[in-house]
Nanobody, 115 residues
Framework: QVQLVESGGGLVQPGGSLRLSCAASVGVFDVMGWYRQAPGKERELVADMNRGGRANYADSVKGRFNIFRDNAKNIVSLQMNSLKPDDTAVYYC???????????WGQGTQVTVSS
């Protein structure tokens, strides 16, 4: 059974940094990444990466966030720098299983950027 376990959320001041990590229990995933959902807003893609290492970022985070992936360990991480209050949201890890193209989701981790 595929499970995604996230860690690393929390409270940080504007301009600070946080690193999120997500580990998948089993499976081979062609895409792994992060989405976020702020109160009253739709869930949106933050960044994702394919197995070959090609990354895709939302315009709002380009130059501030970096995504990393370890295919052998089924881990995807998101380094978030220069955080802004607008980055406050629940962040979800997502992974698309290569065999079925089905997406699996983590439980979500809260990131709050506030002074």
């Amino acid at each position: 059974q595929v499970q995604l376990v996230e860690s690393g959320g929390g409270l940080v001041q504007p301009g600070g940094s946080l690193r999120l990590s997500c580990a998948a229990s089993v499976g081979v995933f062609d895409v792994m990444g992060w989405y976020r959902q702020a109160p009253g807003k739709e869930r949106e893609l933050v960044a994702d990466m394919n197995r070959g290492g090609r990354a895709n970022y939302a315009d709002s985070v380009k130059g501030r966030f970096n995504i990393f992936r370890d295919n052998a360990k089924n881990i995807v991480s998101l380094q978030m720098n220069s955080l802004k209050p607008d980055d406050t949201a629940v962040y979800y890890c997502a992974a698309r299983l290569s065999l079925t193209a089905r997406y699996y989701w983590g439980q979500g981790t809260q990131v709050t950027v506030s002074s």
